[in-house]
């Protein structure tokens, strides 16, 4: 029998999340695909990039995906194959950098991810736990981040939170188990 998850990884910048969601994955089958959203426009973003590359093995597939996360993820996803997406916070930056937007292209993901045929890790960003962003922007940014990660945690099977490396489950779900078979 396949299982059909949808799991969400939540956490701060460096908090472990992007890490607990390759281990989620790889522990659940061997094809893996990675839809990436960031894009290397400085010298720091293409050093995270790299960062990740390093933590991944040669195994994934990697898609790159700044704008067009739907579609990349129904063009890859299926149930002999564990899809991550890292991560939805550059997505919805990506968005707004575009002037798309945001509560559209959420609804449209949350619609895709209910039609998709086979397992879905999410990685995205807890950024309301930190500082009152002293913009406007920021401020606005911060509001669709956690009207995403609302929208998106209601549509999986099970969000983990991750704090300094150690992961939380906190929608209970049947046992977080992922592997295909």
Known sequence: MMIHRRVLVL?????????TALELAEASSE???LIATAQGFDDEMRERIAHHRSE????WETVEAPLDLIAALRANAGPDRIV??????LWLSNLLMNERDPSREVDALVDALTGIAG?????????GQGI??????????RDHQGRLNQRIAE???????????????????????LRLG
């Open 155 to 177: 549509a999986c099977d099970a969000v983990v939170l991750v704090a300094a490396g150690c992961p939380v489950l906190l929608k209970p779900a049947p046992p977080l188990d």
């Open 84 to 89: 991550l997406v890292d991560c939805l916070t």
């Open 31 to 33: 094809t893996r695909i």
């Open 11 to 19: 956490g701060g910048a460096r908090s472990g999340k992007s890490r």
């Open 56 to 59: 991944r093995n040669p195994s």
């Open 132 to 141: 009152v962003p002293a913009t406007a922007l920021g401020c606005s940014f």
């Open 119 to 127: 397992p879905v890790v999410l990685v995205s960003n807890e950024v």
